[in-house]
Every structure is written in C-alpha cells, then in structure tokens.
Nanobody, 125 residues
C-alpha cells in the first residue's frame, strides 16, 4: 500500500501554468504505474495523464494533449503534472493514482487501485 499526497494546486488565470506534485511513501515506488485524474463538480472522474514505471512512456487525455506533461522522479518518490495554457474548463480536483506491479501507462479509472486525497485547481480571471 502506498500513501500519496498531492500538492501545487491553487488559483490561476486563464493561460497560466501550474505544476502539481504527488509525493509517495512507498520505497518500491519505481514498481508503480502512476497517473493523474481530475473531477469537476457534477462530472465523472476523468483521465488526465499516465506514466509507466520507468518514466519512458506516457499517455494523455485528449483534452490536455499538448498542454500538460507528466513526469516522475523515482529517486524522490514523486510524480509531477506540468500544466500550461490553462483554461477555465481545467478547473477540477486533481487526483494522483497508483497501481503496483503493472508497467503502464494506464488510462482507465478501474486500472488504478490507490488514490491520493486530491488538490483543487481553479482557473479563473
């Protein structure tokens, strides 16, 4: 079981940038496929980005391709989500997700079995 905590959320103007971080407690973090999801009020949780355990392969949701970048630093047990050119429709709670023993990247909600508590991102002028 890995304990994860997201940070870096906040209020940003349209067109701005934010970098989210997910800190994981597990020493075998490098064996986990990791991902980011988001959930806006009244909507289902949506896939944003996924990364495999080595960091060599990534996947993105259609709505964020070309604007968001996922990366990981296994030495620090962290996963990052760099978000550029933010839009009001990016407003949501962003969640870090993990799955042990699978290479990834994983895109489906049901493929992940561990979740962080989330961090709020609000894009507004």
């Amino acid at each position: 079981q890995v304990h994860m905590v997201e940070s870096g959320g906040g209020l940003v103007q349209p067109g701005g940038s934010l970098r989210l971080s997910c800190a994981a407690s597990e020493r075998t973090f490098s064996n986990y496929a990791m991902g980011w999801f988001r959930q806006a009020p009244g909507k289902e949780r949506e896939f944003v980005a996924g990364i495999n355990w080595s960091g060599s392969n990534t996947a993105y949701g259609d709505s964020v391709k070309g604007r968001f970048t996922i990366s990981r630093d296994s030495a620090k047990n962290k996963v990052y989500l760099q978000m550029n050119s933010l839009k009001p429709e990016d407003t949501a709670v962003y969640y870090c997700a993990a799955r042990a023993g699978v290479a990834g990247p994983l895109k489906q909600l049901s493929e992940y079995d561990q979740w962080g508590p989330g961090t709020q991102v609000t894009v507004s002028s």
